[in-house]
């Protein structure tokens, strides 16, 4: 598919384009990709296009650009074409005589003054835009290292648009809510219910997917909290990032469609199957969530909301990051987010700086990540179990992290430490994660070797937890954690003290005769913390 340019102008390039000779499937859109040349790696565009024909704005004067085209089928994306360079026009300075000139200055000046004027009265009956609410904003998009500033992201911001309708459109297509059928409810959110139904594409069987529907009655800002997400989605293509389908704006029900995954959220799956998977399937998924992320970081995007809830997964159990914009926490339940000016914060996923300061960038998701694998070694275990919010920020901060799931590899669990490094440059990047896993599993004789607990990871007071120095039975123990009905496993495998069980390991408590695996992990999860709070206590009657 050779790409041919039509008409070039100082700001603007059309270009045109033939079919594809065999395309695999109806072809649903093309795909422009564009950037200056020499310049590829810092930052690209991409728009696109129903039909072979387009026209690119916005470009800069005698400026040398390369273009690339491919189509987008029901089957998914083809190669993109080979490179057009096209030089844009140069900049014409009109001659003016003085006269000329002044009255021009004195034009512009009377105009300035006027648009100051009207600012200066928007801001004082009809409040700020986003822009002016959050100037932290522009510091919230990092890539390798640096800040990435607004003219290099490539991303649709819907809300610097008027209408978000606007931004929606240009970058997604429209479905027909006549294509869409809705079978049943999967989930619900604070929006809205998600859906499974099937889309008929024209020429094409139906296609399973997932339609989140935004709710009736739902406010102004809610609607446009909704565009924004599609829009952003929109603009990613990566196999471990949700696909966009298309947008229903156009009937009274508003509508993402995305592509369905049967296995639903990662946590859920993963509760719902503890135990059942090796830790070299583990490292597979969490190798598809990193490699997501890194997509995601190379493009500047910050996702702020990195969860293994927000993780889909699908039959052949890839993972695929999802859950662009729009809270996942209903209101009903205050202990799933601590609010701030700004918001609610996902308080167990969040990086200290963004807790405190509202920082977040690639670093901040890099601990959320590092928290989403402990999930995964964990079964979908909630992090810090039942300390609050406040006492998990408290903890952090004093240097609290958690300890390794049982039977994780300490490969993992110094990868889940090295996220969790107080000073964000000092935590890997996603690139960094990825080769780590890469190798991992080249090697998986490397998953052997399992965590021992850390007593740096165990320096905390305690205080989401019951002191278990103070419980004097075995019974009295298991009855803390609420898992008394074990009571006669201990003592039929001879654990008739405390002391005894603090020197139980994992092969021991595997060899209790408990079936449940998340119940072994909670037990063990319970001695490492005893040990811990043992030692503490030793160290403080120590005499100085």
């Known amino acids: 598919m050779a790409v041919e340019q039509q008409n070039v102008g100082q700001h603007s390039v059309t270009l045109l384009w033939p079919q594809p000779e065999q395309p695999n499937g109806i072809i649903l859109e093309y795909e422009i990709k564009y950037y200056e040349k020499d310049k590829e790696m810092q930052s690209y565009s991409t ?11 916005g470009l800069k004067p005698a400026t040398r650009y390369i273009f690339q085209v491919r189509a987008r089928t029901s089957a998914g994306c083809g190669k993109f074409s080979q490179a057009l360079e096209v030089e844009t026009a140069k900049a014409i300075v009109p001659q003016y005589d003085t006269m000329t000139v002044v009255w021009v200055c004195l034009t512009l000046i009377s105009g300035l003054v006027a648009l100051l004027l009207l600012l200066i009265c928007k801001k004082r ?9 959050d100037p932290d904003e522009e510091k919230m ?21 008027e209408d978000p309708c606007q931004a929606a459109h240009e970058v997604m297509r429209e479905i027909d809510a006549s294509r869409i059928k809705i079978e049943r409810v999967i989930g619900s959110g604070e929006s809205g219910e998600v859906c499974y139904g099937r889309l008929k594409i024209p020429g094409k069987r139906e296609v399973p997917v997932a339609v989140k ?20 989605m929109a603009r990613f293509d990566h196999p471990n990032v949700i696909h966009l389908e298309g947008v229903v704006t156009k009937s009274k029900l508003m509508m993402i469609v995305t592509e369905y995954m049967e296995n639903g959220s990662l946590d859920s799956f993963l509760r719902k199957h503890d135990g059942q998977f090796t830790v070299l399937q583990l490292v597979v998924m969490l190798r598809g969530i990193s ?36 809270s996942r926490i209903l209101d009903d339940n205050p202990d799933a987010a601590y609010t701030t000016t700004g918001g609610k914060i996902p308080v167990r996923w969040t990086a200290p700086e963004a807790i405190t300061f509202r920082k977040f960038s690639s670093a901040s998701d890099v601990w959320s990540y590092g928290i ?10 909630r992090p810090y179990w039942n300390m609050t919010n406040q006492d998990v920020i408290q903890s952090v901060e004093e240097g609290y992290r958690l300890p390794a799931p049982m039977g994780c590899p300490m490969a993992l669990h110094q990868l889940m430490l090295s996220c969790w490094q107080k000073e964000p440059d000092d935590r890997p990047r996603f690139s960094q994660i990825l080769s780590v896993l890469d190798k991992l599993i080249r090697n998986p004789q490397n998953l ?3 965590a021992t607990v850390n ?68 037990i063990l999860t319970s001695i490492q913390i005893m040990r811990s709070q043992l030692l503490n206590t030793m160290d403080c009657r120590r005499p100085l």
Request: aromatic share 12%.
């Open 47 to 57: 728009l696109k296009s129903k039909v072979n024909r387009t026209t690119v704005l």
């Open 448 to 450: 052997k070797c399992t």
């Open 372 to 381: 989403v694998t402990w999930e995964v070694l964990a079964y979908g275990e």
């Open 125 to 133: 009956h009809c409040g700020y835009s986003k822009a002016f609410q």
């Open 455 to 522: 007593r740096f990871t165990q320096t905390l007071s305690e205080r989401g937890h019951i002191d278990f120095t103070r419980c004097g039975s075995v019974g009295e123990w298991l009855d803390s954690i609420r898992l008394g009905r074990y009571q006669e496993n201990f003592a039929l495998a001879g654990y008739s003290s405390l002391g005894m069980v603090m020197h139980m390991n994992i092969e021991d408590v595997q060899n209790l005769g408990i079936n449940l695996t998340g119940h072994q992990r909670k």
């Open 291 to 326: 490699a997501g992320m890194r997509y995601l970081s190379d493009l500047g995007y910050v996702h702020r909301d990195l969860a293994a809830r927000n993780i889909l997964i699908n039959g052949n159990l890839v993972c695929k990051v999802s859950d662009f914009g729009l």
């Open 141 to 161: 998009h990092y890539q390798n290292g640096q800040v990435k500033f607004p003219e290099s992201k490539f991303y649709l911001e819907s809300h610097t648009y």
């Open 213 to 232: 529907a935004l709710k009736p009655g739902y406010t102004e800002k809610q609607r446009r909290d909704f565009l924004s997400e599609a829009s952003i």
